[in-house]
Nanobody, 124 residues
């Protein structure tokens, strides 16, 4: 079953901006960490940005060096919704972006949750 739902991908040009959004199912009762990964064609999936939550306080976000200063991960007003604001996009940012959460639901222990992926294409 789908636990994370992403939106916001698309095709843009170099230097443009895009904003991705991810909403976790209400079945996920606690989100301990949220993140965005991406996978370029022929490449392994890599971490782009990550933020953790403890006692309802979000930690400082961590970013891959390739996106520092350009991308921002943030929790939205809704408890289990977060976004990835991507500015000054480059062609090497092209790939499928996956929303990720670490948390738990009523079925048991802490586990990983993944979105279905959304395509981001940056062309000259």
């Amino acid at each position: 079953q789908v636990q994370l739902v992403e939106s916001g991908g698309g095709s843009v040009h170099t230097g443009d901006s895009l904003r991705l959004s991810c909403t976790a199912s209400e079945k996920i009762i606690v989100v301990l960490a949220m993140a965005w990964y991406r996978q370029a064609p022929g490449q392994e999936r890599e971490l782009v940005a990550r933020m953790e939550t403890r006692d309802n306080v979000d930690s400082d976000a961590k970013y891959d060096d390739s996106v520092k200063g350009r991308f921002t991960i943030a929790r939205e007003n809704a408890k289990n919704t977060w976004s990835l604001q991507m500015n000054s996009l480059k062609s090497e940012d092209t790939g499928v972006y996956y929303c990720y959460a670490e948390g738990y639901d009523l079925t048991g222990p802490i586990r990983d949750y993944w979105g279905q992926g959304t395509q981001v294409t940056v062309s000259p």
